[in-house]
Each structure stands twice: as C-alpha cells, then as structure tokens.
C-alpha cells in the first residue's frame, strides 16, 4: 500500500511539473463553460446536464492526453525496467500510476463546481442531481482513464498509446448513437456497452446499482490487463 501511494502521489505532481496537465485542464474548462453556458442560456432551465455532455465529449480526447505517457515513456526511456527491478508488485506500479491520473481528474471536476454554483444562484439546482451526475462522470472518467493506461501499457510510443486510447473511448461514448443502424440483436449489446447508456440515470439523478458495478467492472478490467500486460514483462 505504501508504494502504491508513492507511486501515485509521485505521478499526480509530476502532471503539475509539466504543461500538460494545465493544458489539458484549461481546455476542458473553456470548452465545457463555454458550450454549456451557451446551451444554458438558450434553454432558460436550472440544470447541469449539459454539463456532463461537454465534459464527456473533452474527456474523450483528454483522457488519452493524460495518460498516454504512463507507461508508454517509461518504457521508452528504459526507466519501467529499473522499476521493475526494484521491490514494487506490478499491481502497486498500475494502480498507483491509475490512482495519480485519477487524483488529477478528480482536480478538473472539483474545478468545475463553479458552473453549478452559479447556475444554483440563479434557479432552483436539483442538488441530488447534481451529486448523481458528478458521480457517474467521475465513474465514466475513470473508465476512459483505465482504458488509456491499458494502451500505455501495449507499446513504448506516447503517439500510438494516444490513438489506441481515442479510438477505444471515442467508440465507446458514440456507440449509442449509431444503434438505429445496426441488428436488434448487436444494437442492445452495443446499447450496454455504451458510456452514455449508464451514464444518462446518473445525470438525471437516479443512482442505479447496475451502472455502477458497470463502470467498476470497465475500470477493472483494463486494469487488470495492464497488469498482465508490465508482468509479461518481467518473463521477457
């Protein structure tokens, strides 16, 4: 547990030492606040809900921007090696690096509770719903985030890791929109496998038990073949 705590507090400071983790925290916010106060205006209703739109849409490609270089660098620089050679379970090495990208994400969700603060002081915000929706985007985050350590984990370029990672997340979060063009049996598969599909009774605020342990499984397991994925490593 100690390592994996260092692990994953040496990971989240070394986002804040770089560009990248400003970047990508600026640009979700402006997106998201500019699109959903556009909306909001527009509507004339005291909801977030488009919020978890824009946010899903900017975690798309920010998710892979955050973790492209989890494992891919390392190995690159030969530095997953000397890791590996230490006294570190490879568990403590893939949960520590998901729990430090994680803790950043948790940083631009907190970052946008002003967008709901401000949409309270001008109506009646449904609070509860509120509290549902950031926790299904939170799920969600963290399953495109496990999905991007997973890409990390398959090959030593932050390049491909990024486009392995947007192609997964970017199938997942639209599958639902092609349903109408697919076979009935194929489109209700694909219906459940989609981030939209579990996420949407969270926003509204209805906390289903079954979308959670959803996005607790799609988070367990890419984890858990990354995992497969740095112990391979060590047979080599």
């Not at 399953?143 to 890791?161: E, K, R, Y």
């Amino acid at each position: 547990m100690r390592m994996m705590r260092n692990i994953a507090q040496r990971q989240f400071v070394s986002y804040f030492n770089g560009p990248v983790a400003y970047i990508v925290i600026c640009v979700v916010l402006l997106i998201t606040g500019f699109f959903f106060w556009q909306q909001f205006f527009l509507d004339g209703r005291a909801t977030v809900r488009q919020m978890w739109t824009w946010l899903t849409w900017c975690m798309i490609v920010g998710a892979p921007a955050l973790t492209m270089g989890l494992l891919a660098e390392e190995k690159r620089t030969g530095t997953v090696e000397l890791l590996l050679t230490m006294p570190v379970l490879d568990r403590d090495v893939i949960l520590g690096k998901f729990l430090g990208v994680l803790g950043l994400y948790a940083v631009l969700l907190a970052l946008t509770l002003p967008y709901p603060l401000s949409v309270a002081s001008l109506g009646d915000l449904d609070w509860g719903q509120v509290t549902a929706g950031y926790l299904g985007i939170l799920l969600q985050g963290g399953t495109m985030l496990a999905i991007g350590l997973l890409a990390s984990s398959w090959t030593d370029s932050q390049v491909v890791a990024f486009f392995v990672s947007l192609i997964l997340c970017f199938a997942l979060g639209v599958v639902d929109k092609v349903l109408p063009l697919l076979p009935s049996g194929v489109a209700t598969v694909a219906e459940w496998l989609s981030f939209d599909f579990h996420r949407r009774s969270m926003a509204r605020g209805v906390i289903d038990s079954r979308d959670v342990v959803f996005f607790a499984t799609s988070i367990a397991v890419p984890l858990m073949f990354a995992f497969r994925s740095l112990e391979s490593r060590r047979w080599k």
